[in-house]
């Protein structure tokens, strides 16, 4: 259920990393509007427990997150998929690239239709894959996980109950909003949404070049996981060359939602601001 969903992050060490519900209801009542806001959702009596002001802030979580406010289908793209806008001719390329499984193999994972066709699409098939992502050794030492701690993905959820086939296999996530929502990949181990793209570049190039993480300026960290590795999808494509990254990124830009647009960089470069990356709060940002 969506609402379990919403009590687990909160609490979860790695993740909010809060101590305990009482904490985080203490942090609620500090805010005057939610005070007033949970009494007239869930009644006076709602803060008389911090059990029943906690499931009804998973309860307020998940109403959110159901509604159309929520999933608002008014990026760019789908605007230009109602015949309300153009897209550049560089996102079109993009587009096109993505659509087709002659150029990339994005569409095979992140699909680019949903039930109704394209205007519902989600760019997630909902399966999982490993597909090579190194861990995020920065993030490791910050949270306080063991050096030698090995993040296996899927195979430690206990519905799997630790089976080999599923180790490293993530959720494939949508890409709608990706280019706001930085840094990348389930733990964050890329900072730039052209970094992940070239990610995908490395495993069918075979230019030296292609083996760089220009994040690093060194070949690219080898896969947390090395089993199960998705390379019949990964290699299903010629690699892409630097005019078609650049289409794809410029086209993931145009999954933003209107009222994120804002957050996007600035198209000429002048005075980019980048957008605000969420930060785990148990993580301490390097300074700039
Ligand atoms: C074999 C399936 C597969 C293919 C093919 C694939 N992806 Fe992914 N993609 C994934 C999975 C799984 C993740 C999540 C990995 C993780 O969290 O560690 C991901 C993550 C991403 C992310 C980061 C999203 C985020 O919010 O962190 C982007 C961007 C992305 N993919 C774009 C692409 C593009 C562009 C292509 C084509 C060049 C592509 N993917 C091809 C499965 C795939």
């Known amino acids: 259920m969506l609402e379990d969903q919403a009590g687990g992050p909160p609490l979860n060490p790695i993740e ?22 949970f009494g007239t959702q869930f009644g006076g009596d709602v803060f008389k427990s ?5 499931a009804a802030m ?13 999933s608002t289908f008014d990026s760019k793209y789908d605007r230009f998929l109602r015949g309300e806008e153009k897209l550049t001719d560089q996102e079109e390329l993009g587009r096109v690239l993505i659509s087709s499984t002659q150029f990339t193999n994005c569409n095979t994972c992140h699909e680019i239709r949903g039930a109704k066709g394209l205007e519902d699409g989600l760019f997630t098939n909902h399966k999982y894959f490993n597909i090579g992502v190194p861990a995020n050794t920065a993030v ?25 086939a599923e180790r490293g296999k993530f959720k494939v996530p949508t890409l709608r909003n990706v280019a706001v929502t930085g840094p990348y990949m389930h733990n964050g181990v890329f900072k730039d949404l052209r ?31 090395p089993e199960n590795i998705a390379m019949t999808e990964l290699t299903s494509a010629p690699a892409l060359d630097d005019k078609r ?27 980019a601001v980048a957008p605000a990356q969420p930060v785990p709060v148990n993580v301490t940002p390097k300074a700039p």
């Open 140 to 164: 490791r030492s910050a949270n306080g996980s063991k050096p030698d701690a090995v993040d296996l993905g899927l195979a430690q959820n206990p519905v799997v109950a630790g089976d080999p």
């Open 50 to 54: 911090d059990e029943s002001a906690y």
């Open 245 to 271: 990254v650049d289409a794809v990124v410029a086209f993931l830009k145009t999954l933003t939602d209107k009222r994120y647009e804002h957050l996007l960089p600035k198209e000429d470069g002048q005075g």
């Open 16 to 37: 909010m990393g809060m101590p305990d519900k009482s904490s985080i209801v203490k942090r609620l009542k500090e805010n005057p509007d939610y005070v007033a806001a």
């Open 195 to 225: 970094t992940v793209v070239l990610f995908y570049v490395k495993y069918k190039s075979k230019k030296p070049s292609r083996q760089i993480n220009p994040e690093t300026g060194k070949t690219w960290d080898a896969p947390e996981v």
């Open 58 to 70: 998973t309860k307020a979580l998940a109403s959110f997150e159901r509604s159309d406010e929520f």
